[in-house]
């Protein structure tokens, strides 16, 4: 099942004896595109600090309560590791916390930078891109020489803000065909299968679905994403409808319009460098 991610923001998070807070983001590994972890202000009951919880605790959605139920206890999450407030996430952090609760790293990425698929989205002198993003995307106001206290080296750089990329705008080869809108996750591998753009200052009033494979480049300090397709490409693409639930069929007539890999068309995207 495909999850429009954004819909999550907002949810309460339930443990199992409580709650202990609202879903305010989501970080993905730019490398697998997999959701890596799931961003949890605890509001007054910790206050002042975020959790993060790894996509394979929640055990249960209640979307008509708005509701996502992880398999821990409260306890367990007072006493897990102290992401901080306002620095970016630390390798080490992210592997105190696989170790703390037991998790699998291959479960949701690697917590150890290149992701355990390997691949990585390359800038267009084809070197990887290694700047983490602001702190402030997904920790709040950031404090003047906070980013010292994280080592440059041990930052993690492939991990990315759901929240942040959203509204970057996207450009085909022959020019901008709208923004990022949302993101299309499986509910079951938690992997990012499309970016929903919308094209409305191009070609008003439609939204179309491209997938992590079209991406040929990201500026991350520019905020834009430039594909390997053109926009006559995108004009001819199956139409999408948002209202209607995405069908193997559909999926299938969109993978051939734009000679993506249908083979790979429900596993992790691991090919996201640029091409020549």
Not at 24 to 43: I, Y
């Amino acid at each position: 099942m495909l999850q429009i991610v954004s819909n999550l923001r907002g949810y309460s998070i339930e443990a199992k004896d409580g709650s202990i807070g609202t879903a305010s983001d989501f970080l993905f590994d730019d490398s697998s595109m997999k959701v890596r972890w799931l961003v949890v202000d605890t509001g007054n009951w910790l206050t002042g600090r975020k959790v993060l919880i790894h996509p394979s605790a929640i055990v249960c959605a209640e979307h008509w309560r708005r509701e996502l139920t992880v398999g821990l206890t409260k306890s367990q999450v007072k006493e897990s590791p102290d992401i901080g407030q306002d620095l970016p996430v630390s390798l080490q952090m992210q592997k105190d916390l696989y170790n703390y609760y037991g998790w699998d790293t291959c479960a949701g990425g690697s917590p150890y930078g290149a992701g355990v698929y390997g691949g990585g989205l390359y800038s267009a002198g084809g070197e990887t891109i290694a700047s983490p993003l602001s702190p402030r995307t997904y920790f709040g106001a950031n404090q003047a020489g906070e980013a010292e206290r994280t080592t440059t080296h041990d930052v993690d750089p492939h991990l990315r803000s759901i929240v942040e990329v959203t509204g970057y705008h996207v450009h085909a080869t022959d020019g901008s065909i709208g923004y990022v809108e949302n993101f299309l996750v499986d509910s079951e591998s938690w992997v990012i299968r499309y970016l929903t753009i919308d094209t409305s200052n191009w070609w008003f009033g439609q939204h179309v679905l491209i997938s992590p494979h079209a991406v040929k480049e990201v500026d991350w300090t520019a905020r834009y994403i430039r594909l390997d397709i053109a926009r006559v490409q995108v004009k001819a693409s199956p139409p999408w409808n948002p209202t209607i639930p995405i069908d193997e069929e559909f999926e299938e007539q969109l993978y051939s319009h734009y000679d993506w890999p249908s083979s790979e068309r429900k596993s992790v995207f691991d090919s996201h460098q640029q091409r020549p």
